[in-house]
């Protein structure tokens, strides 16, 4: 067997053994197998595919790659939830503590941006001092005192995914259905979780394009989820546009507390009391009507934002310093009219842009960089109104920017 054999195989469109993808796989980790071969074998899992048996051995291997998550000394219902990615996705940073807020643990593991979509890593590593990096004991133990807190993936947790994932991000290989089911299942299986929450993204600004791949990401996920006797949920929700206000990192932040605060409502705000109110209905096993009054509440009375204040600093975060560049442009609306469109995809490539994500693997993320909207899709606005804000890097150029590329009117 060798590694060009795979690849061959995998572009004429033949399924793999569990063998081959062993050797490849496997290989890659241990170094054996450089870069370039496994972008090409990724490349070509891209265009033809995976079917269940393939997607289901990769997400063993991945899983047997390192160490699982023992969360059984943790005496109540355990929770994950995970999005496919998308523009402004910032749902982690509200939904968290509102779950544990209620009762129910939220053990997050999660990742960096991933192709033009941001990841909640960078976005919490924008907070001066927030260390992602826990060890297990650690994670544990915040676990038992706020019910909530998020980790990087550890070397030793799923380090397969770690390393396929850093080169899919910078390979043009992100946008497929099985590198995205056994990518996300094993990070969620070896999280130790007893049920977990997916939130689909469907639409140009995710990495799911269409209703139909979100419909068979979904099945083969759940399929995967009974394989590990693990209840997993989905949603299917839209990615067209921004989710909220914010896209970069701190400025997520902002948002996400201007939300848990009551200040700032908009879909996403929706959303994240849909997503919650799924939480709180597995692990309790309540109706979704009686979960979701219970998170109102939690957003009504301000335990919801003391509980990710005291989940910031327990991680070691100082949220005063969380402060957005001041080298800044103001995009200004080219005519009165409702807006009708706001594309994400073009929102992230800018984000992207302006330094708020990677387009190589040691790109380093400028966290004060970013963007903010002014006006959301249906709000109407007068010519020279500002539509969005953006934050480049200090002293860099920031680049000329046409509204009419990003948003429609009528
Ligand atoms: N999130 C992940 O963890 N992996 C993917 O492949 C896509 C989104």
Do not use: W
Request: aromatic letters at 6%.
């Amino acid at each position: 067997m060798n590694i060009i054999e795979i690849i061959t195989k995998k572009k004429n469109g033949y399924a793999l053994t569990d063998e081959e993808i062993d050797y490849a796989f496997q290989n890659y980790l241990n170094e054996k197998i450089p870069d370039y071969q496994m972008s090409s074998l990724l490349m070509a899992i891209c265009i033809n595919g995976m079917n269940y048996d393939e997607t289901t051995h990769l997400t063993d291997l991945f899983l047997r790659s390192g160490d699982t998550l023992d969360l059984s000394s943790i005496d109540a219902p355990k929770v994950d939830k995970h999005s496919t990615g998308g523009i402004g996705d910032k749902t982690t940073m509200i939904i968290g503590p509102i779950v544990a807020s209620l009762g129910v643990v939220v053990p997050k593991m999660s990742g960096r941006g991933l192709g033009i979509t941001g990841g909640t890593i960078d976005k919490l590593e924008s907070i001066p001092g927030f260390r992602t990096n826990l060890k297990e004991d650690e994670f544990l133990s915040l676990l038992k005192k706020n019910g909530f807190a998020v980790t990087s993936q550890t070397s030793n947790l799923v380090p397969m995914d770690r390393k396929i994932y850093a080169l899919r991000d910078v390979t043009g290989t992100t946008e497929s259905l099985p590198l995205i089911a056994s990518s996300i299942l094993s990070k969620k299986i070896a999280g130790g979780a007893d049920k977990i929450l997916i939130d689909i993204k469907v639409g140009e600004g995710a990495l799911v394009k269409t209703m139909s791949e979100a419909i068979k990401l979904s099945d083969i996920m759940k399929k995967i989820g009974e394989k590990y006797k693990k209840e997993v949920r989905t949603l299917l929700t839209p990615m067209d546009t921004p989710l909220g206000y914010a896209i970069g990192n701190r400025v997520e932040v902002l948002e996400a507390m201007a939300v848990l605060k009551g200040e700032s409502k908009s879909p996403l705000t929706d959303l994240c009391v849909q997503l919650a109110s799924h939480m709180v209905s597995m692990g309790k096993n309540l109706s979704y009507d009686v979960a979701r009054d219970e998170v109102l509440a939690a957003l009504e009375d301000g335990s919801a934002y003391q509980k990710f204040v005291d989940f910031v600093h327990d991680q070691g975060g100082d949220l005063d310093q969380v402060v957005l560049n001041s080298n800044k442009v103001d995009i200004l609306a080219p005519c009165d009219g409702e807006i009708d469109s706001i594309s994400a995809l073009k929102m992230g490539e800018l984000a992207i842009s302006l330094g708020a994500g990677r387009l190589q693997k040691e790109d380093e993320i400028d966290p004060g960089t970013g963007i903010m909207l002014h006006h959301l899709v249906g709000e109407k606005v007068q010519k020279g109104d500002v539509l969005f804000t953006m934050y480049g890097k200090e002293e860099a150029l920031l680049p000329f920017v046409d509204p009419n590329e990003y948003y429609t009117f009528k």
